[in-house]
Nanobody, 121 residues
Framework: QVQLVESGGGLVQAGGSLRLSCAAS????????MAWYRQAPGKQRELVAS???????NYADSVKGRFTISRDNAKNTVYLQMNSLKTEDTAVYYC???????????????WGPGTQVTVSS
């Protein structure tokens, strides 16, 4: 059984920093793209940042220059360093990864349960 577990969320003042982590565990053979999404109250879930297995990164315009996504393939972990946080960054942040559980199966999307990030003014 594959699990993604996020950590690192919390309450921070505007201008502060947080670092989110997400580790994939269980039985799988390969991880493809990994990403962070977020969903604020009353809004749709949106892509924050993604990183390919080769290290190519993609960011939402709203976080460019403030957030950095990285991954440690040896630890099956993706990180999101969030600096200069704004109140509008307040949301539940979800980890996403494309995983192949065997050589015979296609990649499938997996999601973590989410971690709350609250930025106070």
């Amino acid at each position: 059984q594959v699990q993604l577990v996020e950590s690192g969320g919390g309450l921070v003042q505007a201008g502060g920093s947080l670092r989110l982590s997400c580790a994939a565990s269980g039985s799988f053979v390969l991880i493809n793209d990994m990403a962070w999404y977020r969903q604020a109250p009353g809004k749709q879930r949106e892509l924050v940042a993604s990183i390919s297995s080769g290290g190519s990164r993609n960011y939402a315009d709203s976080v460019k220059g403030r957030f950095t996504i990285s991954r440690d393939n040896a630890k099956n972990t993706v990180y999101l360093q969030m600096n200069s946080l704004k109140t509008e960054d307040t949301a539940v942040y979800y980890c996403n990864a494309g995983l192949k559980i065997s050589s015979m199966t296609p990649f499938r999307d997996y999601w973590g349960p989410g971690t709350q990030v609250t930025v106070s003014s």
